[in-house]
């Protein structure tokens, strides 16, 4: 989110907005570093999961819709501050945004991995064990 934001108030305080800079760079860089703290989160989760599957799934569901609700609310900051022209506002928008971002596709990343495969490969035992 740090990135996130540092990226917004350099890009913001620049005075040539069409030229990209090291704000733009920043901003690439926290959105990048935040999928891969996913995938780390949703793999760390993959290993509990295997001790304790019910309190994982609930944490990936949370983590999946206050990510969702976080890039929410950081659009609608950010739009206001569209309007207002108010540097801090779009600075926490983005901010908002990109920590949302992070947190939901952990959540999405721990849902698919722990769940969604061992669905798959119960699937395919299920298959393998039929006769044709």
């Not at 569901?61 to 501050?81: H, T």
């Not at 947190?103 to 119960?122: H, I, M, N, V």
């Amino acid at each position: 989110m740090a990135l996130s934001a540092g990226g917004a108030w350099l890009r913001l305080t620049d005075g040539d907005w069409r030229r990209p800079g090291l704000g733009v760079l920043l901003t690439i860089l926290a959105s990048a570093l935040g999928v891969v703290a996913a995938a780390v989160k949703a793999r760390a989760s993959a290993i509990l999961m295997v001790f304790s599957p019910r309190p994982v799934r609930a944490i990936a569901i949370v983590s999946l819709i206050a990510g969702l609700l976080a890039m929410l609310l950081g659009c609608v900051i950010a739009s206001g501050a569209a309007r207002d022209d108010r540097l801090w506002r779009n600075v926490i928008g983005e901010a908002a945004i990109g920590g949302g971002l992070s947190l939901g596709l952990a959540g999405f990343f721990t849902l698919f991995w722990a769940f969604g495969l061992d669905y798959l490969g119960e699937r395919i035992e299920d298959r393998a064990g039929e006769e044709w």
